[in-house]
């Protein structure tokens, strides 16, 4: 109220307290804020908060439950714990607002737990990977999951080994590598495969060929140069055509 009264600005607030104090309300009410150009945005969050063992952010993950404290289960840290950086600043840039101020008094202590999936995507090292690997240089690959007479294994649940270590490997290289590349991934895989399949009958080891590809050369096409430099000659001019007899 001070600061509306000192600046003439007309305040909305939404407060989240007791039972209104959950996930999925206060992601909610973010998500329903609007704003413009001269509208500025504030956040602030007073609440239990932790962080995760290879966070994707410096910042908090507080625990949005009306009742929750103390010690809580692996699986209550996911359902009740919001990222600061990820759930509520990045949603509220894209408001429309040039003023974003987001502010949480909680613990940020590290739980012995990695961060979940639905998050690594904050990790800004994943879009550059990707690029690398999709964006990059010419590449020509081709990969089995299984080496000549050996069975492919997979599982009604889980899924094909190969599948599972692909995206082992991927996850790996996009968060943890300093450098992608395709050679990188399907060794990784390779590896990984060999491991979940070491006890099964035969085994399994992937198996993969990479070729650097030659790009290919753009050539302006012959018509085209000549169309330039003048135009095509049909037959012959038709100052040269005789009449018939």
Same mark, same amino acid.
């Given at each position: 109220?001070?600061?509306?009264?000192?600046?003439?600005?007309?305040?909305?607030?939404?407060?989240?307290?007791?039972?209104?104090?959950?996930?999925?309300?206060?992601?909610?009410?973010?998500?329903?804020?609007?704003?413009?150009?001269?509208?500025?945005?504030?956040?602030?969050?007073?609440?239990?908060?932790?962080?995760?063992?290879?966070?994707?952010?410096?910042?908090?993950?507080?625990?949005?439950?009306?009742?929750?404290?103390?010690?809580?289960?692996?699986?209550?840290?996911?359902?009740?714990?919001?990222?600061?950086?990820?759930?509520?600043f990045n949603t509220l840039r894209?408001?429309?607002?040039?003023?974003?101020?987001?502010?949480?008094?909680?613990?940020?202590?590290?739980i012995n737990m990695e961060v &979940?999936?639905?998050? %690594?995507?904050? $990790?800004?090292?994943?879009?550059?990977?990707?690029?690398?690997?999709? @964006?990059?240089? !010419? #590449?020509?690959?081709?990969?089995?999951?299984?080496?000549?007479?050996?069975?492919?294994?997979?599982?009604?649940?889980?899924?094909?080994?190969?599948?599972?270590?692909?995206?082992?490997?991927?996850?790996?290289?996009?968060?943890?590598?300093?450098?992608?590349?395709?050679?990188?991934?399907?060794?990784?895989?390779?590896?990984?495969?060999?491991?979940?399949?070491?006890?099964?009958d035969g085994g399994q080891t992937?198996?993969?060929?990479?070729?650097?590809?030659?790009?290919?050369?753009?050539?302006?096409? &012959?018509?085209?140069? %000549?169309?330039? $430099?003048?135009?095509?000659?049909?037959?012959?001019?038709?100052?040269? @055509?005789?009449? !018939? #007899?």
């Open positions: 109220d001070y600061i509306a009264d000192v600046t003439g600005m007309t305040v909305d607030y939404s407060v989240c307290t007791g039972d209104n104090f959950n996930k999925e309300y206060i992601l909610h009410v973010v998500d329903e804020v609007e704003a413009g150009v001269y509208d500025a945005i504030v956040f602030f969050n007073s609440s239990h908060g932790f962080n995760y063992q290879n966070t994707v952010s410096q910042h908090t993950f507080f625990v949005a439950h009306p009742t929750e404290s103390g010690s809580m289960s692996q699986e209550e840290f996911v359902t009740y714990g919001i990222s600061l950086e990820k759930e509520i894209s408001k429309g607002s040039p003023r974003v101020l987001v502010f949480s008094e909680s613990c940020n202590q590290a &979940p999936n639905m998050y %690594k995507t904050m $990790n800004l090292n994943i879009a550059k990977r990707l690029k690398e690997l999709f @964006l990059g240089p !010419p #590449v020509e690959m081709i990969s089995s999951s299984s080496e000549y007479g050996q069975y492919s294994y997979t599982d009604n649940d889980m899924g094909g080994i190969y599948v599972n270590s692909l995206l082992h490997a991927m996850n790996d290289v996009t968060t943890k590598c300093d450098k992608a590349s395709w050679e990188l991934v399907m060794s990784k895989t390779q590896n990984y495969v060999q491991q979940y399949a070491e006890n099964l992937s198996i993969y060929d990479i070729n650097d590809a030659t790009p290919i050369k753009l050539e302006e096409s &012959p018509r085209r140069k %000549k169309e330039e $430099n003048g135009g095509y000659e049909i037959g012959r001019h038709t100052s040269e @055509l005789q009449s !018939p #007899v």
